[in-house]
Structures are given as C-alpha cells and as structure tokens.
C-alpha cells in the first residue's frame, strides 16, 4: 500500500517551453502532497506544499510564478516548471501524506521524474 | 542555518560491519525523525522513524538511537551489505506546516564485498 506515482520518469525539453509532471497516490487519498527538487550528490530541498482544493505554499526563494502547482483532487497534484531553462535540471520528487493516516507523520514518495532541459 | 545536522558525508565499511550514521537537530519541537534510504536515480523510502518518547527502535537490521537531552539520533545498520549501498537521509518533522520534513545534507554509503 501507500503508493505514490510520477509521470513522466524522464523528460526532455528545450529551453523557453513548459513540462508538466503529475503525481498520483495510487491507494490512498492525499491531503498533503510536497514537491521537491534534488541536484546530484545533494540533498532534497522543498519546493512547495500543496493541499487539496487550496493555493500551494511556497519555500522562500522559490518561484512560484515558474513552479506552478495544482493539487485539484485528493490523488493528483501537478507541478509545471513554465519557461524552463538549463538551469531547472534536475531532478523533481513528490511525496504525499495519507489522509487516514495523518498521525503516522509518514511522508510517501514517488520515484521521482528527472527533467533536462536543453 | 543547517537545522538537521548529519556526518559523516560518506561511509565505507565491510561486508557484515557496522554501518553508523549520526544527526543533530536544534529545534526542541521536533518530535519525528525519520531515516529514508535512496538509490540512484530513485525516490527515498522510508527506512525506520521514531518519536522522542522512546530512545530506542529497531526494525531487522535498522537500529535508531534517540538521545533526546543531546538533540542527537543516530542510524545503525547491522550486519551491512553490499546491497545497502546507497544514499541515507536523516530528517526532522514537528507539528503545524503540515509536517513538512527538515532534511540532513546526505550519506553516501559504500559496502564492499
């Protein structure tokens, strides 16, 4: 159980064009889903929290503007990185919170989608 | 400021030895703290997380040690192999901001056969 899923896994795409990625709890509903970037050899850093149904929070020095998120039902929340450049490389990971499970603290996480940018 | 502090930055140890992670946090609120393992090119998993009121927890061959009065937690992994190569986090978590994680920098763990 507890199964979090990204699409796509890897993408490619040329600079000044815009990606989505999508992340899907598969067996449970999500309150809470968190978007995270990781650079290689590096540890992750939060982008944004977004709850259903609500405006995502964004980490200082995070553009939200460039990192749209939409987290329009309780399995599915998208982030789109807008007008990407090289330097937006990276690799994107999200993670979900069960909503009948809350007081576990768990956070699940999905495989991660690695995005280039040329 | 480096809320979650984590060392070493990488670990080489031998097949079958100790594996010995450690972290340090500043904040008194946190009351999660989770260790997530993670392989190239994959998302983290969750290894073994435990809360302050208790010092210790063990799962297989994961073992934490919780030392609340030192902010101090720590990783052991028993009997290592080479399959447990692999990156490990630390992270933090305390009530409100919907729990979000506070992570460590990373340990890049080597196993040698």
């Known amino acids: 159980g507890a199964v979090v899923s990204q699409h796509p896994s890897w993408v490619i795409c040329k600079s000044g064009t815009s990606v989505k990625i999508e992340c899907r709890s598969l067996d449970f509903q999500a309150t809470t889903m968190f978007w995270y970037r990781q650079f290689p050899k590096q540890s992750l850093m939060l982008m944004a929290t977004s709850n259903e149904g609500s405006k995502a929070t964004y980490e200082q020095g995070v553009e939200k503007d460039k990192f749209l998120i939409n987290h329009a039902s309780l399995t599915l929340s998208t982030l789109t990185v807008t007008s990407a450049h090289p330097e937006d490389s990276s690799f994107y990971i999200c993670?979900?919170?069960?909503?009948?499970?809350?007081?576990?603290?768990?956070?699940?996480f999905g495989p991660g989608t690695r995005l280039t940018v040329t | 400021q480096q809320q979650v502090k984590q060392s070493p930055q990488s670990l080489i140890v031998q097949k079958g030895g100790i594996s010995i992670i450690n972290c340090a946090y500043e904040?008194?609120?946190?009351?999660?703290f989770p260790w997530y393992q993670q392989f190239p090119g994959k998302g983290p998993a969750l290894l073994i997380a435990?809360?302050?009121d208790v010092s210790e927890k063990k799962e297989g061959r994961f073992t934490i040690s919780f030392n609340k009065s030192a902010k101090q937690f720590s990783l052991h992994i028993m009997d290592s192999q080479p399959g447990d190569s692999a990156t490990y986090f630390c992270?933090?978590?305390?009530?409100?901001?919907?729990?979000?994680?506070?992570w460590g920098l990373g340990t890049s763990l080597a196993v040698n056969p």
């Open positions: 992270a933090a978590s305390r009530g409100g901001n919907n729990r979000k994680l506070i």
């Open positions: 435990i809360r302050p």
């Open positions: 904040n008194t609120a946190f009351d999660y």
């Open positions: 993670s979900a919170r069960d909503l009948e499970r809350l007081s576990s603290y768990e956070q699940y």
